[in-house]
Nanobody, 124 residues
């Protein structure tokens, strides 16, 4: 079993930055891939970024390329999402997810474990 706990959300003005953290526990992680999704009110949950824990390859959705950076700290078993140049349309609940494969997927259905989510609100 894998437990995921997100933190770092909050209220920020457009153009500002936030860093989300996803603390993981429960098992070794070398065979996992991790991802961040977000869900805005009335919209479906969407893939934002993913990283293979073992290989470190990263993936991004087009709306966040060049603004968001995903990374991992093996010693802390934590995945981060650095979000810069935030826009009001980035407002959503952000979720951390993990899957039992080193291959990153972009579908919600591909993930086995989810955190509780953290709210990010970007004001204009």
């Amino acid at each position: 079993q894998v437990q995921l706990v997100e933190s770092g959300g909050g209220l920020v003005q457009a153009g500002g930055s936030l860093r989300l953290s996803c603390a993981t526990s429960g098992r070794t992680f070398s065979s996992l891939s991790m991802a961040w999704f977000r869900q805005a009110p009335g919209k479906e949950r969407e893939f934002i970024s993913g990283i293979s824990w073992l290989r470190g390859d990263t993936h991004y959705a087009d709306p966040v390329k060049g603004r968001f950076t995903i990374s991992r700290d093996n010693a802390k078993n934590t995945v981060y999402l650095q979000m810069n140049s935030l826009k009001p349309e980035d407002t959503a609940v952000y979720y951390c997810a993990a899957r039992n494969s080193w291959i990153v997927q972009r579908s919600v259905q591909g993930y086995d474990y989810w955190g509780q989510g953290t709210q990010v609100t970007v004001s204009s």
